[in-house]
């Protein structure tokens, strides 16, 4: 029989589905081409399911079973389910790494939104930079959108030891390498690190963000918290999936979220959580996308008045599944109190103080209160000096107390080779009392801003029980990581900012208490060397990489593409 098609419906889809038209009709046989009937998808909402799982992520490596349960609450609440795949990006396997592609998967998010007949929109990820590139994508291209979290795995065991992914990997690295640790435990370590599937179990990145988008009202309540491989998961899954629906119903877009409060809410809940560095870069980034410039400063406000609550590793004790067992990212939320905006509304229908009103902290020990913080300050610090001028970041919960107030001699490294070429030669010269510095390391020089600034201590340091030294470097570092580390120095040495004008032996002083990060040469002399400075030549001469290194900005604005910052709405393609 044929098809009588209606008049246009109110969804966004019935532009491609409802007209009698020639490409109407050729919309609608190419659907019942692949087995569906017109009462699949005629007036229903059409929800894409923006799926990141490869078979080179594991932490995706659950997403077939998830897809199919959000899949399932799709077609329970009325609507028609698409499944889109999209870039994943593996944090552990990719090189030089992830975030050279961050910006590649938001444009690619955005467009598949934009160019597909879709009403709304479930971005599945976890994944370090997966989280950061979904939401900058759909931020961008204003569909009805909600994240699932992908969800941390299960802690691990070895022996009597509770193992957390990258946290312990660094640790028992550092042992091996003092000749503390026998390859067969190294091994057996191997062996069990990494459980389940699922993203890191320590407050790394891939937990960070996800607790961010969901203070951000990006996510449904509790979701970030909630273990990969159990079952409330897979309920998760597919509650996304009917509240994806009815957003399509309502028509309710990031830009009826997204305020600057929710980005407070971020900053803070980041701070609070002792979360990643690399969360400074992403909120930024998302931020800009939504039309609010946010900098390095506020980040810094709010550190000095936001306590950590979350006892996380690598900055407190525990897991990410005792935190989820201890009432989660609501419980800490509301511990929060008036540092949280609760009138920001969420995808859910509610407000963020609405979601959180009935949650409970079940393990004071795991989540404290603001009276008996882990610290009484945020987890991330912004410092600035003659070697930052546009700023740089450090994890003080993670650090060592000794270190804090520190000043020292520079042993310079121009690039990662460098650093492993000689930084056990003797020669080098370093001692407890050195600075070590990585430059050439940022979005333009590593390329694309990878995490090496967890720079190594030098076997014989880690022989005479030194277990931390200063660090400074223009890349990031992972959030797994811990350490006395500087990191997102800006400007780049890459583009000529004072880290390319170091040398070996320049005294460093750094101040946590000032938030200081400073270089003790005078102005005559830095003059001199910034006149014998030559640019390096540039990793990429063609293909994405030369867009890359053409459009990305430094890390105080998020290193998104100039391009792609919030300005003129792109409209809806025509359909002739």
């Given at each position: 029989?044929?098809?009588?098609p209606?008049d246009?419906?109110?969804?966004r889809s019935g532009?491609w589905?409802?007209?009698d038209?020639?490409?109407?009709?050729?919309?609608?046989?190419?659907l019942?081409g692949m087995?569906?009937d017109?009462?699949?998808y005629r007036?229903?909402?059409?929800?894409?399911i923006?799926?990141?799982w490869?078979?080179?992520?594991?932490c995706?490596s659950?997403?077939?079973?998830r897809?199919?349960e959000?899949k399932?609450?799709i077609?329970?609440m009325?609507?028609?389910?698409?499944e889109?795949?999209v870039?994943s990006?593996?944090?552990?396997m990719?090189k030089?790494?992830t975030m050279l592609?961050?910006?590649l998967?938001a444009?690619?998010t955005?467009?598949?939104?934009r160019c597909?007949?879709?009403?709304?929109a479930?971005?599945m990820?976890?994944?370090?930079k997966?989280?950061?590139a979904?939401?900058?994508?759909?931020?961008s291209a204003?569909l009805?959108?909600?994240?699932?979290?992908?969800?941390?795995?299960?802690?691990a065991?070895w022996?009597d030891q509770?193992?957390?992914?990258g946290?312990d990997?660094?640790k028992?690295?550092?042992?091996?390498?003092?000749?503390n640790?026998?390859?067969?435990?190294w091994?057996e370590?191997?062996?069990c690190?990494a459980?389940s599937?699922g993203t890191?179990?320590t407050?790394?990145?891939?937990?960070t963000?996800?607790?961010?988008a969901?203070s951000?009202g990006?996510?449904l309540?509790?979701?970030?918290?909630v273990?990969a491989?159990?079952?409330?998961?897979?309920r998760?899954?597919?509650?996304?999936?009917?509240?994806?629906v009815?957003m399509?119903q309502e028509?309710l877009?990031?830009a009826d979220?997204?305020?600057?409060e929710s980005?407070?809410?971020?900053?803070?809940?980041s701070?609070?959580?002792?979360?990643?560095?690399?969360a400074?870069?992403?909120i930024?980034?998302?931020a800009?996308?939504?039309?609010f410039?946010?900098t390095?400063?506020?980040?810094d406000?709010?550190?000095?008045t936001?306590p950590?609550?979350?006892?996380i590793?690598p900055?407190?004790?525990?897991?990410?599944?005792?935190?989820?067992?201890?009432?989660?990212?609501?419980?800490?939320?509301?511990?929060?109190?008036?540092?949280?905006?609760?009138?920001?509304?969420?995808?859910?229908?509610s407000t963020?103080a609405?979601n959180?009103?009935?949650a409970e902290v079940i393990?004071?020990d795991?989540?404290?209160?603001?009276?008996?913080p882990v610290?009484?300050?945020?987890?991330?610090f912004?410092?600035?000096?003659?070697?930052?001028?546009?700023?740089c970041?450090?994890?003080?919960?993670a650090a060592?107390?000794?270190?804090?107030?520190?000043t020292?001699p520079?042993?310079v490294?121009?690039?990662?080779?460098?650093?492993k070429?000689?930084?056990n030669?003797?020669?080098?010269?370093?001692?407890a009392?050195?600075?070590?510095?990585l430059r050439?390391?940022g979005?333009?020089?590593?390329?694309g801003?990878?995490e090496?600034?967890?720079?190594?201590?030098p076997?014989?340091?880690?022989?005479q029980g030194?277990r931390?030294?200063?660090?400074?470097s223009d890349a990031?570092?992972s959030?797994t990581?811990?350490g006395?580390c500087?990191?997102?120095v800006?400007p780049?040495?890459?583009?000529?900012?004072?880290?390319?004008?170091?040398?070996?032996?320049d005294?460093?002083?750094?101040?946590?208490e000032k938030?200081?990060?400073?270089l003790?040469?005078d102005?005559?002399?830095?003059?001199?060397?910034?006149?014998?400075w030559t640019?390096?030549?540039p990793?990429?001469?063609r293909?994405y990489?030369?867009?890359?290194?053409?459009?990305?900005?430094?890390?105080?604005?998020?290193?998104?593409f100039d391009?792609l910052?919030?300005?003129e709405e792109t409209?809806?393609p025509?359909?002739?």
């Amino acid at each position: 029989m044929a098809s009588n098609p209606s008049d246009e419906s109110e969804l966004r889809s019935g532009r491609w589905f409802d007209p009698d038209s020639l490409r109407g009709f050729g919309h609608r046989s190419r659907l019942k081409g692949m087995g569906y009937d017109d009462e699949d998808y005629r007036g229903k909402p059409v929800v894409a399911i923006l799926n990141t799982w490869s078979d080179l992520n594991t932490c995706h490596s659950h997403f077939p079973e998830r897809v199919q349960e959000v899949k399932r609450g799709i077609w329970q609440m009325g609507g028609f389910p698409v499944e889109i795949p999209v870039m994943s990006l593996g944090e552990m396997m990719m090189k030089p790494t992830t975030m050279l592609y961050r910006n590649l998967l938001a444009m690619e998010t955005e467009e598949a939104l934009r160019c597909h007949p879709i009403d709304a929109a479930v971005l599945m990820g976890g994944c370090d930079k997966t989280v950061p590139a979904m939401i900058m994508g759909a931020i961008s291209a204003n569909l009805p959108a909600i994240f699932l979290p992908a969800g941390p795995m299960l802690k691990a065991r070895w022996k009597d030891q509770t193992l957390g992914s990258g946290s312990d990997a660094w640790k028992y690295w550092d042992e091996r390498r003092a000749g503390n640790l026998c390859d067969e435990a190294w091994g057996e370590i191997e062996n069990c690190i990494a459980r389940s599937a699922g993203t890191c179990m320590t407050m790394g990145t891939a937990s960070t963000m996800a607790a961010i988008a969901e203070s951000m009202g990006l996510t449904l309540p509790g979701a970030s918290s909630v273990p990969a491989v159990i079952s409330e998961h897979s309920r998760l899954a597919a509650a996304t999936g009917r509240r994806a629906v009815q957003m399509a119903q309502e028509k309710l877009c990031p830009a009826d979220l997204l305020t600057p409060e929710s980005f407070d809410n971020a900053i803070v809940t980041s701070m609070a959580i002792g979360g990643s560095t690399n969360a400074i870069v992403h909120i930024i980034a998302m931020a800009r996308r939504a039309g609010f410039d946010l900098t390095l400063e506020r980040f810094d406000e709010l550190s000095r008045t936001t306590p950590v609550l979350a006892n996380i590793r690598p900055a407190g004790k525990f897991l990410m599944e005792d935190f989820f067992d201890a009432g989660g990212l609501t419980a800490l939320l509301k511990q929060l109190g008036e540092h949280i905006h609760g009138e920001c509304r969420t995808v859910n229908g509610s407000t963020l103080a609405e979601n959180i009103e009935r949650a409970e902290v079940i393990d004071p020990d795991i989540i404290r209160s603001t009276d008996n913080p882990v610290s009484p300050t945020g987890g991330t610090f912004v410092l600035r000096g003659n070697l930052a001028p546009s700023g740089c970041i450090i994890k003080p919960t993670a650090a060592s107390p000794r270190l804090l107030e520190h000043t020292g001699p520079a042993v310079v490294f121009d690039t990662y080779a460098d650093l492993k070429a000689k930084l056990n030669d003797p020669e080098t010269g370093i001692t407890a009392d050195s600075v070590l510095i990585l430059r050439n390391a940022g979005p333009q020089g590593g390329p694309g801003f990878p995490e090496w600034g967890m720079l190594p201590i030098p076997d014989h340091l880690l022989k005479q029980g030194v277990r931390d030294l200063v660090r400074i470097s223009d890349a990031r570092m992972s959030g797994t990581s811990y350490g006395t580390c500087i990191l997102h120095v800006a400007p780049e040495a890459a583009v000529g900012g004072p880290l390319a004008l170091v040398r070996n032996g320049d005294m460093i002083q750094l101040s946590i208490e000032k938030r200081t990060l400073d270089l003790l040469v005078d102005d005559q002399e830095l003059a001199k060397r910034r006149q014998d400075w030559t640019a390096p030549k540039p990793k990429y001469v063609r293909g994405y990489g030369a867009m890359f290194l053409k459009h990305v900005t430094q890390a105080d604005a998020g290193c998104d593409f100039d391009f792609l910052h919030h300005g003129e709405e792109t409209p809806d393609p025509e359909i002739y």
